[in-house]
Structures are given as structure tokens and as C-alpha cells.
């Protein structure tokens, strides 16, 4: 089955009259839009795009004064760190002085009980030495007594004892 053909006739573009009217209604709509809503379109859009490198611009401010205070606080942190270094290192020092004096403090205590020590055994030994003189006096006067059968007087007797002392420390063993 074949179907009819019919030629239909069709132009590249009528122009008549609405063809004309539009395009004056189109160049009136275009010269409406240049002469009052572009305009203001496009300084809102200007006065967009300056507010934005303002604040691009502020912002870059910003950010380079919060990367020089950082620094800066990274700087005063570094410095702190250094001086908490040197106050414990003098600390450290002031300890070490503080025990070298309280040793020597403690060296020269015990010179000095050792010193009063000995003083005080040579003060005993002489007391003692004394003593034993006394009765070494008594043991020989008993001595001489019973010997000699007679009693000497209290002067005489004196020296006698006090002779024969001396005789007996001046050797070398009794010294000891």
C-alpha cells in the first residue's frame, strides 16, 4: 500500500507583519534592559565580586598576623623552655652547693666531737693518772710503814712519794 504524498510548502521565513512587530518588541526589551536593569545587575555584581577580594584580601591578613603570632608564641614558648632550662641547671647547682656545704658542716661537727672527744679522754687519762698516784702514795706509804716500822711526817712523806712518781713516769714504759 502506498501512501499519498503531499507537498507541503514551507519557507525559510515569512515576513509579514508580526514578524516585524516582534523583533521591534524584541530590540525595545533589549534597549529597556541595557539602559536600566543591566546596569545596576552589573554593579551589584561588581560591588559582589569587590566585597569578595576584600574580604580574600582580609583574610590573607589574617592569616599572615595569626602565622606571626604563632610564631611569635612558638618564639616566647622556646624561650620559656631555655629559661626553665637555666633555672633548673641553677637549681641543680644551689642543691649540689647546699649538700657540699652541709657535708662539710657535717665534717667539721665531727672534727670538733672528736676534738672534745679526745680532750675529754686526756682529762680522764690525767684524772685517772692522778688517782692511781694517789694510791700508788697510799700503797707505798703502807709499804714503807710496815717496813720501816716508823712514821714519817706529812711533809717528808709527800716528797718521798712524789720523788719515786717522777722516777716511775720518766721511764719509758711507764708513760704508756
Request: hydrophobic content about 45%.
Amino acid at each position: 500500500m502506498h501512501f499519498p504524498v503531499v507537498f507541503l510548502a514551507a519557507g525559510l521565513l515569512d515576513v509579514n507583519g508580526t514578524l516585524i512587530a516582534e523583533i521591534i518588541a524584541f530590540l525595545l526589551m533589549l534597549g529597556v534592559l541595557a539602559r536600566w536593569v543591566y546596569p545596576p545587575i552589573i554593579r551589584a555584581a561588581e560591588a559582589r565580586q569587590n566585597q569578595i577580594k576584600q574580604q580574600l584580601q582580609q583574610a590573607e591578613k589574617s592569616r599572615q598576623e595569626a602565622e606571626a603570632r604563632l610564631q611569635a608564641a612558638q618564639e616566647e614558648i622556646q624561650k620559656a623552655r631555655i629559661q626553665a632550662g637555666q633555672i633548673i641547671e641553677q637549681a641543680n647547682r644551689a642543691a649540689e652547693r647546699i649538700q657540699q656545704e652541709a657535708q662539710e658542716k657535717a665534717r667539721e661537727e665531727a672534727r670538733r666531737i672528736v676534738e672534745a672527744a679526745t680532750r675529754d679522754i686526756d682529762a680522764e687519762r690525767q684524772r685517772a693518772i692522778q688517782e692511781i698516784r694517789m694510791q700508788m702514795a697510799d700503797l707505798v706509804t703502807g709499804a714503807v710503814r710496815r717496813i720501816v716500822g716508823e712514821s714519817l711526817d706529812g711533809e717528808r712523806h709527800r716528797q718521798l712519794i712524789d720523788a719515786a712518781i717522777d722516777e716511775v713516769e720518766k721511764e719509758p714504759s711507764a708513760s704508756q
